[in-house]
């Protein structure tokens, strides 16, 4: 007879299963697509030769860059945005000081005479505050935020412009990467991020994506005005915002080759801090919007996006707390045998009759291989390469360790209802 | 396949219903061949009954110094070994389990007869452990005592253990506990024919079985002749 363990064992790894044959699905789905519009493409080459090129009407664009105590980057966030390819008099860039206690302020005054660039001080008020305060100081069509520690591409915003050609669309998210990772820690985050370059895009294929990140979303102006502005959502307005736009079913793309550079944290305490704030915003914000959850008039996001994301870290939980038990009745066991016999080490000789070959064991494996499946396609997007690399290496054998630290810690501020702080 | 509809979740069950029971086959296929090797060492075990029923008829007239170690002996710990996992992994309740345990009971009954039957015929002295251990109550201390008795086997290879399920609708096991007056208590241990109940250490064992010792040494001290 089955445990209630092993029901729940078998359970969890069918539905992880489930996830991420869905996400290959979509994105075999996806590359038939491309392969069709690339052809459709073509054809409207081959028609239109010796004609003369029409013009493009670039929109004008406005990049909010909130600042807090980012003395140490946001010379680095400006001119980067300065380098972008993309018309002077159609791009303003709009740095704003959230009340910074260190030398940001007097870092942005060297920009007071630079025409592309206008700077704003005011009270401190937490990031989403200072968002809405360029967003009011702005008349451009389109506007975007991007987080005075991150670095845009240079073709990034030209890249994301075909998307809006859909008035249905009211934002486009970018591709986000690690700059240059330099130890283990940004190494693990690497393979991360382009993991997280495709779920975006397989999530924008079926408009299911939960968060315009906060490096370089780009939004229709028209989203403001719809939907309203950006709120403190449980310090990860980003992630609000998004689930706001999907409860007025509006339409949320991905430009995955639109690459931004943030910079990780550097130690594990860091990391942990920074990811317990996205966790549990994550639940919070799930919790607030529940009328999306398996509800097919929000479409997909509801009915896949969130509920997957709260399985995941369920899920984490179980395995975790499973995990945890069975080393502990294992050590246990260790001890009581080393008070019974004493300390014996014998080699276990290997026979076939003893190789695990329950099915629990050939569903891990399962999940297992359609998991690095998606970490090489992750790699791919992001980096254009399948070759198994470092950071590849890192997130498969550590990640597991330190995900599940800010899961926990994440599900029991949650449950508390307790917003974790910035910094 | 419709590439935006919710028709793709249905396709997702499907395909991943299709794995699972891939993996299901794979699974009950392994197994089947481990149910095979189990029916060719019930094979085996039944040929070695009429070993042993050979070598008793064979005993009368059989001098001492060819009657080395019961060719059933060697088979014992493997078999065992193979039993507990098949306890682990198919459960205690498995058929094929419980009928392997019952001819392997059987098989460890022979063995100890005749092993006593050529120790009293050739004045050896060959320590015999009885053990009976129950799976009905969750018995955690049969499990370590398990342990100390592997441990042990490993220590003194002379040193025969003879284990046995408690409850096991074995009427030859239910005689075995009346003759040596053995309590529905758990782990219990017959050693020098007399019952001790509870969990016992290695130190415990060779407290109570100071022949260990002297046989090891001896032993020890006939090799390095050698």
């Not at chain 1, 600042?67 to 140490?72: G, H, R, S, T």
């Not at chain 2, 050529?118 to 060959?126: F, T």
């Not at chain 2, 025969?160 to 009346?178: A, E, G, M, N, Q």
């Amino acid at each position: 007879m089955l445990s209630l363990a092993s029901i729940s064992v078998h359970t969890f790894l069918f539905i992880s299963l489930y996830v991420q044959i869905f996400l290959i699905i979509t994105l075999f789905e996806y590359y038939d697509a491309q392969q069709k519009k690339k052809r459709a493409q073509l054809t409207v080459v081959a028609q239109a030769s010796g004609s003369s090129p029409t013009p493009i009407n670039y929109p004008t664009v406005t990049v909010i860059v909130p600042c807090f105590n980012e003395e140490a980057t946001v010379i680095g966030t400006i001119e980067s945005l300065k380098s972008m390819n993309y018309p002077a008099d159609k791009l303003s860039i709009m740095a704003v000081d959230d009340g910074s206690t260190d030398n940001t302020w007097s870092y942005l005054e060297q920009y007071r005479n630079d025409p592309r660039v206008q700077i704003f001080h005011k009270e401190n008020g937490g990031k989403h505050t200072a968002v809405n305060f360029g967003i009011e100081h702005s008349t451009s069509d389109l506007i975007s935020c991007l987080d005075a520690d991150s670095f845009v591409h240079p073709e990034a915003l030209q890249r994301m412009l075909p998307y809006f050609s859909n008035p249905e669309v009211m934002a486009v998210t970018p591709a986000i990467k690690v700059r240059t990772p330099q130890n283990l820690l940004e190494y693990i985050q690497f393979a991360e991020y382009n993991v997280g370059i495709f779920l975006r895009k397989m999530y924008s294929t079926f408009n299911a994506i939960h968060v315009t990140p906060g490096p370089f979303t780009v939004f229709r102006r028209e989203a403001f005005t719809r939907v309203g502005m950006f709120k403190a959502a449980h310090n990860t307005e980003d992630l609000e915002f998004a689930l706001r736009l999907h409860s007025h079913n509006l339409k949320i793309e991905n430009s995955h080759t639109s690459f931004v550079f943030t910079t990780p944290p550097q130690n594990v305490r860091a990391l942990v801090k920074q990811r317990v704030r996205w966790t549990t915003g994550f639940l919070l914000n799930a919790k607030d919007y529940r009328k999306l959850f398996f509800n097919k008039k929000y479409g997909h996001v509801g009915t896949f996006t969130l509920p997957a994301g709260v399985f995941s870290i369920i899920m984490v939980l179980f395995f975790t707390s499973y995990s945890i038990v069975n080393a502990a009745t294992s050590l246990v066991q260790n001890v009581i045998n080393w008070n019974l016999i004493g300390w014996h080490w014998h080699w276990a000789q290997w026979q076939w009759f003893y190789v695990n070959t329950t099915t629990e064991r050939f569903m891990i494996l399962a999940v297992v291989i359609t998991g690095l499946f998606i970490v090489f396609i992750g790699k791919r997007l992001g980096s254009g390469s399948w070759k198994p690399s470092r950071d590849i290496f890192s997130y498969a054998l550590l990640y597991g360790f330190i995900a599940p630290v800010w899961i926990a810690i994440s599900s029991w501020k949650a449950v508390r209802g307790s917003t974790p702080r910035w910094r | 396949m419709k590439t935006h509809g919710y028709g793709k979740y249905l396709w997702t069950l499907i395909i991943t219903l299709i794995i699972f029971l891939g993996i299901l086959s794979l699974s009950n296929y392994f197994d089947s061949k481990r149910i095979e090797e189990i029916r060719s060492v019930e094979n085996g075990i039944a040929l070695n009954i009429l070993s042993s029923e050979t070598q008793f008829a064979l005993l009368s007239v059989t001098p001492c110094e060819n009657l080395g170690n019961s060719s059933l002996t060697q088979e014992l710990d493997s078999i065992g070994t193979r039993l507990e996992y098949l306890e682990n992994t198919r459960g205690i309740d498995d058929p094929e389990v419980i009928q392997l345990k019952k001819e392997y009971s059987l098989l460890e009954i022979k063995d100890y007869i005749l092993m006593n039957t050529v120790s009293e015929k050739c004045h050896a002295k060959s320590p015999f452990i009885l053990y009976f251990y129950s799976n009905v109550d969750n018995c955690n201390d049969c499990k370590n005592v398990g342990t100390v008795l592997t441990e042990l086997r490993r220590e003194y290879p002379f040193v025969r253990v003879y284990s046995f399920d408690y409850h096991l609708p074995v009427p030859t096991i239910k005689t075995l506990t009346d003759i040596f007056k053995v309590k529905e208590q758990f782990p219990a241990l017959v050693i020098h024919e007399k019952p001790v109940y509870g969990l016992k250490s290695l130190a415990d064992i060779e407290m109570m079985m100071p022949e260990l010792a002297k046989i090891a040494s001896s032993t020890t001290a006939t090799s390095t002749r050698r």
